[in-house]
């Protein structure tokens, strides 16, 4: 479990306890209980089965596929894979591939309805762009109408496993995965995934050998260059 929920669940019961303390009647402190369980159950962080074979890129989060598009980018097309999780998917995001961070940008932003399209440009957001396994990607935690936190602890500069536990944003939100014009994407829209489980493209063999070439398998060139805010 994530300690946002230990933190959250047990100052509920404390409330709990101290309400029914003071009102000398159990059923007040029901709501504190409910809330306490939920926070609990919210904050859950399963263990994930993680695919090991080479040219695997995995869901970045838990929830619903509702785009699966060729985008247009000043460098040549990509694809975008868009992932909206609600309030009851486990919001721990993990990472994608192998590889290192070689770039992490928070952007403020507004909180419209993550469903829309439209928040992929105007919401709080924090864009990870990661190289590895000859491969570059951009993943993007993207705030929505209820979440109010992105959570990524991680620097420029840190190295990740292909499945690994890198931050989370609290209460229903989306995910945006952006891939070479060359992954073979193997989800469709409508389909539910699993962080760090659900396979969400395969690369060709030649993929793997190195570092990507100027131009070719990078996925950073559809994210246009903002000013940046302190992740809080």
Same mark, same amino acid.
């Given at each position: 479990m994530v300690r946002d929920g230990y933190i959250y669940g047990l100052s509920l019961l404390a409330i709990a306890a101290i309400v029914a303390w003071l009102t000398g009647a159990w059923f007040w402190a029901i709501p504190p209980v409910l809330l306490a369980a939920f926070f609990l159950w919210?904050?859950?962080?399963?263990?994930?089965?993680?695919?090991?074979?080479?040219? #695997?890129?995995?869901?970045?989060?838990?929830?619903?596929?509702?785009?699966?598009?060729?985008?247009?980018?000043?460098?040549?097309?990509?694809?975008?894979?868009?992932?909206?999780?609600?309030?009851?998917?486990?919001?721990?995001?993990?990472?994608?591939?192998?590889?290192?961070?070689?770039?992490?940008?928070?952007?403020?932003?507004?909180?419209?309805?993550?469903?829309?399209?439209?928040?992929?440009?105007?919401?709080?957001?924090?864009?990870?762009?990661?190289?590895?396994?000859?491969?570059?990607?951009?993943?993007?935690?993207?705030?929505?109408?209820?979440?109010?936190?992105?959570?990524?602890?991680?620097?420029?500069?840190?190295?990740?496993?292909?499945?690994?536990?890198?931050?989370?944003?609290?209460?229903?939100?989306?995910?945006? #995965?952006?891939l070479p014009a060359d992954a073979r994407i193997q989800v469709r829209v409508g389909q539910r995934v699993k962080g760090g489980a659900t396979i969400i493209a395969r690369m060709a063999d030649a993929a793997m050998a190195g570092n990507p070439p100027d131009g070719h398998r990078s996925a950073s060139a559809a994210i246009e260059p903002e000013n940046e805010g302190d992740l809080q």
């Amino acid at each position: 479990m994530v300690r946002d929920g230990y933190i959250y669940g047990l100052s509920l019961l404390a409330i709990a306890a101290i309400v029914a303390w003071l009102t000398g009647a159990w059923f007040w402190a029901i709501p504190p209980v409910l809330l306490a369980a939920f926070f609990l159950w919210f904050f859950r962080d399963p263990q994930r089965a993680v695919p090991s074979a080479p040219g #695997l890129i995995v869901s970045p989060a838990d929830g619903l596929i509702t785009e699966a598009v060729t985008i247009s980018t000043p460098s040549g097309e990509r694809q975008r894979v868009s992932i909206f999780l609600n309030v009851f998917d486990v919001h721990v995001n993990r990472a994608p591939i192998s590889g290192l961070l070689t770039d992490v940008s928070y952007h403020k932003g507004q909180f419209v309805n993550a469903m829309n399209p439209a928040c992929a440009e105007c919401n709080e957001r924090n864009i990870v762009t990661m190289r590895g396994e000859g491969i570059e990607i951009v993943f993007t935690q993207i705030a929505g109408l209820i979440a109010r936190r992105i959570v990524f602890p991680l620097k420029a500069g840190a190295r990740v496993q292909r499945g690994q536990r890198v931050g989370m944003i609290k209460f229903g939100s989306r995910t945006d #995965l952006i891939l070479p014009a060359d992954a073979r994407i193997q989800v469709r829209v409508g389909q539910r995934v699993k962080g760090g489980a659900t396979i969400i493209a395969r690369m060709a063999d030649a993929a793997m050998a190195g570092n990507p070439p100027d131009g070719h398998r990078s996925a950073s060139a559809a994210i246009e260059p903002e000013n940046e805010g302190d992740l809080q």
